[in-house]
Every structure is written in C-alpha cells, then in structure tokens.
C-alpha cells in the first residue's frame, strides 16, 4: 500500500531552516449526533446513518522559520493558534500539506496535561518527564533543578489534586524546560502563576534566546510579541492573513482590533 506523505511529519528542513510549513491545513469531523451507547454507535455507523460536519481548523498555512527566529501567533480565539503549535510540536499531524523540524523540540503547551492527580508530585516529575520523552536518568540528573524552580519544596510529596492550578502550571514548566530545546512552543504558557513566577519564568525563556533557540509564541499581549519576538503572523478562522517584522505586524494588528 502507497504511503500518503501529505499526511506525515518529515524532519528533513535544509540549512539552517529549523521549521518549516508548507501549505498545511488540518480537518476536524464533528458530529452533532447524540448516541446513548457504543452498540448504537456501532449500529449507524455500519447503516453508515452518522453525518459528520467537516471543519478546517487550519488551511493553507506557509512559513519558514530560521535558527534564532522569534516568531509571536496573534488572533482571536478559535482563531487556530493553539492548533497550530500542536502540528508544529507533532501532537497533530496535517491533513494536507507537510510540516518539517529539526532538533529538540520542548513544547510547553497545556502544562500538566499529563499529570495524574493521585500521585505526588514528585512521582508527576517522573511521569509528566516520560510524557515528555524525557529520560529516568536524566530526571534523576534534574531533579533537583525541577523542585527549587518550581518553588514546591515543601509539597513535593503531597499529593496533585490538593495543588492548585497556579501550583500544577508551575511545575509542568520547571519539568517542560529543563531541557536545551533547539525549538521552544509557548502556548499561553508565560501567563501562569503570580506574578513574581511570571517573570522568573519569562526570564528563564529569554535565556534561553540567547543560545539561538527558535520560539513559536502565543500570546493575547501584543506588548510580551513585540518584546519576545522578531517575527509575528496573524491567524484568523484557520488562514493565515500576515507574516512578517513583528513591529509592522502588531501594529497592523493592534489597528485592526481597535476598530
């Protein structure tokens, strides 16, 4: 059977291109159909009685992103920002077109999402470590780092779900950034904890800038995109409708909320 590539991740970018996105659309089926049991479902989907609706979470997006650039996703919500950085960090793979990267890729998207809120979190810096493709030895080797970034010396053997949000999100970006990534997904992620988190956190990223990590950041301030990032785009339902000079796109996209 004939591989369909128009679906697969290929991490061959050339020179220094770190990602690349060539004409990439995903497509979502919903169904607006209510079934009471799994034998219903199994009963029209063979009578092939179940319409679903075809929605274009993205389409037709076309960017390069060279080592070092600094690239900040404006739009809306359910503009597909979130979408995006999923298919970048290879949680999604495209329905057409094709998505190319390079290097280590530490994808600080929906923080926590892996923890389980039974266990300690000290047991979490191991399992949300393995979600991560992080390494036991290498936990080992940054443990230590992980518990005093976080600042949950005194909790890390209490149990997740008598952490709060704040607590949670704290500890899922001490476990996501441990590492030297050659690529950096920000998705929101510089907006959690309190304030005095906010900055050390966001100081840790900018640090991390300095050693010629590509970003991809999204952000509702348009100040934290001009003061990250280089380059900036604007996604509005699914397309693309500005890529360039951060300055030159977050003014043209402060304009056009304003009004």
């Known amino acids: 059977m004939k591989k369909d590539r128009s679906r697969s991740v290929v991490p061959q970018p050339v020179g220094d291109e770190m990602v690349k996105l060539d004409g990439v659309g995903i497509k979502f089926c919903l169904s607006s159909e209510k079934l009471d049991s799994l034998k219903e479902f199994f009963i029209k989907f063979i009578k092939k009685d179940i319409h679903y609706d075809e929605f ?3 389409r037709d997006v076309s960017f390069t992103l060279k080592k070092g650039d600094r690239l900040g996703v ?30 280590v890729i530490a994808p600080l998207i929906e923080l926590g999402a892996g923890f389980d809120m039974q266990y300690t979190g000290r047991e979490n810096i191991y399992l949300y470590g393995s979600v991560l493709g992080y390494s036991k030895k290498f936990l080992d080797e940054k443990y230590d780092e992980i518990v005093s970034f976080s600042e949950l010396e005194k ?5 997740m779900k008598n952490y709060s949000s704040g ?23 510089l907006s959690v904890g309190d304030a005095k988190f906010r900055k050390k956190s966001e100081k840790k990223v900018t640090d991390m800038f300095e050693k010629g990590v590509t970003v991809l950041f999204v952000s509702h301030s348009i100040e934290q995109v001009r003061r990250i990032c280089n380059k900036a785009m604007i996604l509005e339902n699914g397309k693309m409708t500005d890529f360039g000079d951060v300055t030159e796109v977050c003014d043209r996209y402060a304009k056009a909320t304003e009004a």
């Open 155 to 159: 909790f890390i053997d209490v149990p």
């Open 167 to 189: 607590m949670r999100s704290r500890l899922g970006f001490a476990i996501a950034t441990v590492v030297e990534p050659d690529i950096l997904i920000l998705d929101e992620v």
């Open 74 to 103: 404006l739009g809306l919500n359910g503009a597909g920002k979130s979408t995006l950085m999923k298919l970048v960090a290879g949680v999604y793979s495209p329905t057409e077109g094709k998505v190319s990267r390079q290097g």
């Open 56 to 58: 274009w979470a993205l």
